[in-house]
C-alpha cells in the first residue's frame, strides 16, 4: 500500500534561513509526489509535484523539493524562509487507480511550520 | 479561471440530522474528489468521481455518499449526522490523467452539536 510519512510534527525556523520541510514515501511502482500548504480555516493550496524527470522540482512561493529514490524521500525546502510561510504542510502520493486515471491522495500527517522574525 | 468552489463554508447540524455539501471544480476539471479533515484523523479520502460515476471509495460508513452531475458539479451527502462528523470536508478537483494536478476548494467546515 502507498503511505507517505512526514516524521516531524512541527519545524522552527528563524527568518532568512534555509528550511526544509521533511518526507519519506513508500509506493509500489513510480511514485506521483505533491507538497501542499494549508494556512489557518483555509483550504489546501498546491505547491508542487514530482511525477518523472528532474529529481529537483521548482514550485510557487520558492519553494522547491528533491526527490530522492535510494532515500525514498521528497523533501520540501527553501532557501530563505519568510514569516509568512508558516503554515501547515502536507505531502502526499498519488494511489494510482487503474489505466492511470485518477486516484486518491495520501497524506501525510502534516508539519506545522513556524518562522519567527 | 475560478477555482474549486465550495458551499456553503460554514455549517452548524444537530446530531441525526443530514447534511449536503455542494462542489464546482474548475472549468475543464472532470474529476472531482471529497477529502475528510479532522485533527486527529488528518486528511482521509472520501470518494473520486469521473463522469457521473464514483470509481473510488475511502473506508466511511454508508452514511456518507457522493455523486456528480453531467456538469462535473459534485455533492456530497452525511446522513444521521453523529459528534464525529465534525470535521473540514474538503472538495478538490483535476483533469482525469494520474499526473495531473490536485486543486483544492476553502472547504466547508461542517460542526455537528
Known amino acids: 500500500a502507498q503511505s507517505v510519512a512526514q516524521p516531524e510534527d512541527q519545524v522552527n525556523v528563524a527568518e532568512g534561513n534555509p528550511l526544509t520541510v521533511k518526507c519519506t514515501y513508500s509506493v509500489s511502482g513510480n511514485p506521483y509526489l505533491f507538497w501542499y500548504v494549508q494556512y489557518p480555516n483555509r483550504g489546501l493550496q498546491f505547491l508542487l509535484k514530482?511525477?518523472?524527470?528532474?529529481?529537483l522540482v521548482k514550485g510557487s512561493y520558492g519553494f522547491e523539493a528533491e526527490f530522492n529514490k535510494s532515500q525514498t524521500s521528497f523533501h520540501l525546502k527553501k532557501p530563505s524562509a519568510l514569516v509568512s510561510d508558516s503554515a501547515l504542510y502536507f505531502c502526499?502520493?498519488?494511489?494510482?487507480?487503474?489505466?492511470?486515471?485518477?486516484?486518491?491522495?495520501?497524506f501525510g500527517q502534516g508539519t506545522e511550520l513556524s518562522v519567527k522574525p | 479561471k475560478a477555482g474549486v468552489t465550495q458551499t456553503p463554508r460554514y455549517l452548524i447540524k444537530t446530531r441525526g440530522q443530514q447534511v449536503t455539501l455542494s462542489c464546482s471544480p474548475i472549468s475543464g476539471h472532470r474529476s472531482v474528489s471529497w477529502y475528510q479533515q479532522t485533527p486527529g484523523q488528518g486528511l482521509q479520502f472520501l470518494f473520486e468521481?469521473?463522469?457521473?460515476?464514483?470509481?473510488n471509495k475511502g473506508n466511511f460508513p454508508g452514511r456518507f455518499s457522493g455523486r456528480q452531475f453531467s456538469n462535473s458539479r459534485s455533492e456530497m451527502n452525511v446522513s444521521t449526522l453523529e459528534l464525529g462528523d465534525s470535521a473540514l470536508y474538503l472538495c478538490?478537483?483535476?483533469?482525469?490523467?494520474?499526473?495531473?494536478?490536485?486543486?483544492f476548494g476553502e472547504g466547508s467546515w461542517l460542526t455537528v452539536v
Open positions: 468521481y469521473f463522469s457521473e460515476t464514483q470509481r
Open positions: 502526499a502520493v498519488r494511489d494510482l487507480f487503474r489505466d492511470n486515471q485518477g486516484g486518491k491522495l495520501i
Open positions: 478538490a478537483s483535476s483533469r482525469p490523467e494520474t499526473g495531473n494536478t490536485i486543486y
Open positions: 514530482y511525477i518523472t524527470g528532474d529529481n
